[in-house]
């Protein structure tokens, strides 16, 4: 696979509408021009029900997210429509702004966890001699990291919650353990977001070559400098790459705390799932899309760390 | 210069931090799968029982909530498919700048958290009693809501899981030549439809199951749209089941879990059929 842009024939003269990836239908025939314009034609044509469905499906509700957060609910006494920040400035203040910072809090430090001991999991089954530990390690990761929302707090519960298994069999309770709080979160979400990260991170140790370790250890380096200096550098846009996705799945999961923890960790995603159900004081009744603008407003500042790096990391490993 | 470094060429000198790693992690995901098959069949009198698997067939509800995930998981799954498997082909075959357009498109989904994206949804909803009483967009708006059939949840769910179905297509269609194997196709008098549906599919088989499994497992577990919309499907059911009764909740997780790894197993096995010897070079 080549890192450089496909080399396109550019058949700049015979088609100057054509962009830089002009179809490529050979540079020696004249008719290329009408042929290649009839089939973008038709390209565009193929798509044009995904990016309508698209407009609809999805641009709609961002208009009504983007335009409701800055207008007066009709549940309001008067002015229902006009425009106000009101909603926006609620939502972030007092419960709601503690929600969103729990959200943030619970989400990095998941995520920062998720990563720090997914990498040596991953490293530990990219090593393995044995295929078979591959295969099935990659196989659960796969399982796991769909294993989110409710079944996953099922499972807990049964495992860890007051009547759970484990916690009678050690007797937990008595030592002041509860499943039902911030530390009881982060371990579930552990278990779907550390199979993520062995699946993000995966395919970029399989990329790291042997000839690097090599030459790091003819050196004279130790295995410390040669993860150190070379192997964690190129790793890095992986690795952040990969804490970003984590980041992302812990801060929109919702079933998981709705079923596990209920009302004691605040998260910004009860908040609106609250606020939408009509928990609102009157005339507050558009407070939801505000609260829901704050998260994609975090969302897109995390994303947007993610893309670059993506690039950057592409140019390593291929 | 002096020495040969030991470390080259190996990979066979034992390294027991790989075992302590996988040991621990082995024990953090089984406790709670065993954990979790053993509290489902424990009963509070000591001894075994399976009642709590038995019982789940009779359970008021069931039928209805198993019937309406799974009619919502066929519709999306080909509205997705239908929309997204054009599209893309034609993407290969089309400049970069659509697969830049549609590369943008199929991301996008993933800024907006399920949450988020509900209320805004909610939102358009609003509009039909709202602003929109005397046009036909209020029947329109009615029609999606209908609660035998929510096509709003279709609606919904396709767009959540376009990402990861775009990824999954996208994956196979990188493996393959569709231009020559149109081109090909073309030359040989197939017309266009032809050509896709007897020549560029079949070698899209494991993508699209794929992306067909990675929708699956998100509507079957889906939660947060039906929830917050007000419908019952199966996720939704098993939290009001959660509430009364635990070791019914608990045996529905165990046995989603094993659904999808079955799922997954029969993908793995379907991928490899058509992956023979000469593909390792």
């Avoid at chain 1, 641009?59 to 106000?84: M, N, V, Y």
């Avoid at chain 1, 196989?139 to 009678?168: D, H, I, Q």
């Avoid at chain 2, 082995?26 to 954990?35: K, N, Q, S, T, W």
């Avoid at chain 2, 009764?245 to 790894?261: D, K, N, R």
Wanted: include cysteine; charged fraction near 10%.
């Amino acid at each position: 696979m080549t890192t450089a842009p496909t080399p396109v024939p550019a058949p700049a003269a015979a088609d100057p509408s054509g962009g830089p990836g002009a179809v490529a239908a050979g540079p020696a025939t004249p008719p290329p021009a009408t042929r290649a314009r009839r089939l973008r034609g038709g390209s565009w044509l193929a798509a044009l029900p995904l990016l309508a469905f698209f407009a609809i499906g999805f641009g709609l509700p961002a208009i009504a997210i983007a335009t409701g957060a800055f207008t007066l609910s009709s549940d309001a006494e008067a002015g229902a429509g006009s425009f106000t920040t009101a909603n926006v400035t609620d939502s972030v203040q007092g419960a709601y702004w503690t929600a969103l910072l729990s959200s943030v809090k619970l989400s990095a430090l998941t995520a920062l966890i998720g990563t720090v001991v997914g990498l040596p999991l991953a490293q530990a089954v990219v090593t393995s001699r044995f295929r078979a530990v591959r295969e099935a390690v990659l196989t659960a990761s796969g399982v796991l990291a769909n294993f989110g929302g409710l079944p996953l707090a099922f499972a807990f519960v049964a495992t860890l919650g007051n009547a759970g298994e484990v916690t009678k069999l050690f007797h937990l309770t008595d030592h002041g353990w509860t499943l039902y709080g911030f530390t009881g979160l982060t371990i579930a979400y552990l278990y779907f977001l550390v199979p993520l990260m062995v699946l993000t991170i995966t395919p970029a140790l399989d990329g790291l070559r042997r000839q690097w370790r090599e030459a790091a250890a003819n050196n004279r380096a130790t295995t410390l400098q040669y993860w150190r200096h070379v192997a964690l550098p190129i790793l890095l846009p992986s690795l952040l790459g990969g804490y970003v996705l984590l980041f992302g799945s812990a801060f929109a999961a919702y079933a998981t705390a709705a079923a596990m923890v209920g009302a004691t960790v605040p998260l910004i995603s009860r908040s609106i799932a609250d606020a939408l159900s009509g928990n609102v004081l009157v005339g507050q009744g558009n407070l939801a899309l505000a609260l829901s603008l704050d998260m994609i407003v975090v969302a897109v500042l995390v994303m947007a760390v993610y893309l670059p790096l993506q690039r950057r990391s592409a140019r390593w490993l291929s | 210069m002096a020495q040969l470094t030991p470390t080259a060429g190996s990979g066979r000198r034992p390294r027991p931090w790989r075992g302590a790693v996988l040991l621990v992690a082995g024990l953090y995901f089984l406790v709670p799968m065993a954990a979790s098959v053993w509290f489902s069949v424990d009963d509070p009198n000591g001894g075994v029982q399976f009642d709590a698997y038995t019982g789940l067939l009779s359970a008021p509800g069931f039928t209805d909530a198993l019937l309406l995930t799974l009619e919502l998981a066929a519709a999306t799954v080909v509205v997705l498919l239908v929309l997204l498997v054009p599209a893309l082909i034609a993407a290969r075959l089309g400049t970069a700048r659509m697969r830049a357009v549609l590369e943008v498109v199929c991301t996008l989904p993933l800024v907006v958290p399920p949450v988020a994206f509900t209320a805004g949804l909610i939102g358009v909803l609003r509009w039909g009693p709202d602003h929109l009483m005397d046009t036909p967009f209020f029947q329109t708006i009615v029609f999606v809501q209908q609660p035998e059939f929510p096509l709003v949840l279709v609606i919904a769910y396709v767009l959540m899981s376009l990402p990861l179905a775009y990824r999954a297509l996208d994956a196979g269609l990188r493996a393959v030549d569709v231009r020559t194997l149109v081109e090909a196709a073309r030359s040989c008098g197939a017309s266009w439809p032809r050509a896709v549906v007897t020549v560029v599919l079949p070698n899209l088989r494991g993508a699209l199951l794929n992306a067909a499994f990675l929708t699956l497992a998100l509507v079957l577990g889906e939660f947060t749209a039906a929830s917050i919309l007000g419908y019952q499907p199966f996720a939704v059911w098993v939290y009001s089941v959660g509430n009364s009764q635990g070791q019914m909740s608990v045996a529905v997780s165990v046995l989603s879990l094993l659904i999808t790894w079955v799922l997954l197993l029969l993908l793995a096995a379907a991928g490899r059929e058509r992956r023979p010897a000469p593909a390792r070079s």
